[in-house]
């Protein structure tokens, strides 16, 4: 648990470059980075909770849903504490805007095609497992799209869009978060990366958070984030 919040740490100051080349004048920025950074923090001390204590895990589950419902029911009360803080920025409760539906879903279902076609080409055969795909069914995009849609709406307060030709900063800043929490590992507090794993949770994380932010609204990335993780795992078991 000490490495992971460690880690966690780490990968928050890397983000702090962009935080300040982007960071609104006007705003309190030191209120808002303290608040993410909090949240963040507590995000992840919950969900590996339960892997640091077996007992608090479901017994007979392989799957860690006791960390992924823990961490969805902080982030909802996180949200309901802070919520008037967001503005127009707020992603949770907001139905998606009618016009960006037929695009998002559009980029929704593309991503979907490369990514099975990924794994068709560099995956290998797993055995079936149906907790672990009713987990990538539900879970994930749940969890991870309140916990995007939080950290989004907390950066848009302090970062100016500033004519970024590449996207809002504050979508690559959660990205960089999000990439480098599923490839950047400590291993008996030997600082460990998997290339393969930050490129592709960072194209992913940079979609979801593109289709969040078009949107006005976490509910297509929710959508898109599950399916793209059952379709995944769906192949592996069964078509492979």
Request: charged content about 15%; proline content about 3%.
């Amino acid at each position: 648990m000490i490495e992971q919040l460690t880690l966690t740490l780490l990968i928050l100051v890397s983000t702090v470059p962009i935080i300040l080349l982007f960071s609104e004048k006007q705003t309190n920025m030191g209120k808002y980075a303290g608040l993410l950074t909090l949240y963040h923090l507590a995000y992840v001390a919950l969900i590996f909770l339960p892997l640091a204590y077996s007992y608090l895990a479901i017994p007979g589950g392989s799957m860690n849903w006791t960390g992924k419902l823990l961490a969805i029911l902080f982030s909802l009360v996180f949200y309901w504490m802070v919520r008037h803080h967001f503005n127009d920025h707020d992603f949770i409760v907001s139905p998606p805007l009618k016009g960006s539906i037929k695009k998002v879903t559009r980029v929704g279902l593309i991503t979907i095609a490369v990514m099975c076609v990924l794994t068709v080409v560099f995956s290998k055969t797993k055995p079936l497992d149906i907790e672990k795909l009713s987990y990538q069914l539900t879970m994930p995009g749940l969890d991870e799209e309140l916990w995007r849609g939080i950290l989004l709406g907390l950066l848009l307060i302090i970062l100016k869009d500033g004519k970024f030709k590449m996207g809002h900063p504050a979508v690559w800043v959660v990205t960089i978060i999000f990439a480098l929490g599923h490839s950047l590992y400590f291993k008996d507090w030997e600082l460990g990366f998997a290339l393969d794993a930050f490129i592709i949770t960072g194209a992913l994380g940079f979609i979801l958070g593109w289709m969040t932010i078009y949107s006005r609204s976490i509910l297509l990335a929710i959508v898109f984030h599950n399916l793209i993780n059952f379709s995944t795992n769906f192949i592996e078991m069964v078509i492979l």
